[in-house]
């Protein structure tokens, strides 16, 4: 079984984001990217299915401007067997709708064959939540979201998912798209060694127009900004005075 994990570069999660001057974006000038967090749980997840002999090959896909080439290095030096770089953009700045994602998933799956695709809930820069639910209902395949469990028997994906309030457990025929959520494991870290020579490896190259997929962006960002700064608080001496201040601002 071949199981395809799409990884998307984004800003690294520990970079504290600044916002463009004009409001047209995030600042990526000199910023640190690296592999969406969830997408390393992902691959983590496949490469473990690999190691069990659950699976024979795991394909990383990425979408974007070339840079994307550093985040399939680190999927090969992490364990994947193959990497495809789809060329979509020369501004590092533009970003793939989910939309367009799917789609040119959908096209490298309809090439490729794989029984299970694992991608991660959300991309942690724009926080759409949508493309591994767009993929699905493009296929016609089942799909469980925001897994933290799973397992493989028979045909079947077994996924334990994080809803509100609880796990449920439910159960979809292969092939299937499965979307992973923090709990699901700890993901490895891509050795020094490994990361050299995965920069030998061959990365797959494809561009969005040899997938016949058309990516003008169909949103129009109106503008960015900054989260509203925190009201610095008051400490007060006792309970009754907490609940004199709240009825004060019709709180209680
Ligand atoms: P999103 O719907 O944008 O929050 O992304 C959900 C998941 O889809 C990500 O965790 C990735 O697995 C995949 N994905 C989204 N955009 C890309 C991209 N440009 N390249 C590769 N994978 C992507």
Not at 234 to 243: C, G, M, R, T
């Amino acid at each position: 079984m071949k199981v395809l994990v799409p990884v998307k570069r984004v800003v690294d999660s520990n970079v504290k984001i600044r916002v463009a001057a004009d409001g047209s974006g995030v600042d990526l000038a000199n910023v640190k990217m690296s592999m969406n967090p969830f997408d390393e749980i992902a691959l983590e997840e496949a490469i473990r299915l690999k190691e069990a002999q659950l699976a024979e090959e795991v394909l990383v896909v990425s979408i974007g401007a070339e840079r994307s080439q550093e985040t399939l290095r680190t999927a090969l030096a992490m364990g994947a067997d193959r990497a495809l770089l789809i060329d979509t953009t020369d501004d590092v700045h533009a970003d793939i709708e989910p939309l367009a994602v799917a789609k040119l998933l959908k096209a490298v799956i309809d090439d490729e064959q794989p029984q299970l695709v694992l991608a991660g809930k959300q991309a942690i820069d724009n926080d759409m939540n949508a493309t591994g639910q767009m993929l699905a209902a493009l296929l016609g395949w089942p799909q469980a979201t925001f897994a933290s469990a799973l397992t493989l028997e028979d045909g079947t994906a077994r996924v334990t998912r994080e809803v509100d309030g609880g796990l449920q457990t439910i159960e979809v025929k292969l092939p299937a798209v499965v979307t992973v959520d923090l709990r699901l494991n700890e993901p490895r870290y891509a050795s020094l060694p490994n990361l050299m020579k995965a920069k030998k490896k061959p990365v797959e190259t494809k561009s969005a127009g040899e997938l016949g997929v058309d990516v003008e962006p169909r949103l129009e960002i109106l503008k960015t900004s900054e989260p509203q700064t925190r009201q610095t608080g008051e400490v007060v001496p006792d309970v009754d005075a907490l609940f004199a201040k709240l009825q004060e601002r019709k709180i209680v």
